[in-house]
């Protein structure tokens, strides 16, 4: 079982930025697959960014250019870089980790493992 937890969130100015942390336990940290998604009210969740166990990442089309993910293995965290925020940006962003990622890394069905979420906020 993982247990992953979330921080970072706020309220900021649009083009602000804010990091996000996901600090991960349970597991052999430096095997999981790991992503960020958020959830906008009204909205469908959505798969934000994603890397794997050889730190490949990919990203919504959306972000690409202004978030970036990493992870630090010896640290067993995951990080959420949000530069240039936009009011679209707002929502309850969630982390989540899997052993394995078949199809889609950017798909919530591809994650088992989620943490409780950290509000982003982002006032136009």
């Known amino acids: 079982q993982v247990q992953l937890v979330e921080s970072g969130g706020g309220s900021v100015q649009a083009g602000g930025s804010l990091r996000l942390s996901c600090a991960a336990s349970g597991y052999t940290y430096s095997s999981l697959y790991m992503g960020w998604f958020r959830h906008a009210p009204g909205k469908e969740r959505e798969g934000v960014a994603a890397i794997d166990t050889d730190g490949v990442t990919s990203y919504t089309y959306s972000v690409k250019d202004r978030f970036t993910i990493s992870k630090d293995n010896a640290k067993n965290t995951l990080y959420l870089q949000m530069n240039s925020l936009r009011p679209e940006d707002t929502a309850m962003y969630y982390c989540?980790?899997?052993?394995?990622?078949?199809?889609?890394?950017?798909?919530?069905?591809?994650?088992?493992?989620w943490g409780q979420g950290t509000q982003v906020t982002v006032s136009s």
């Open positions: 989540a980790a899997d052993r394995v990622v078949v199809e889609d890394e950017l798909s919530a069905y591809e994650y088992n493992w």
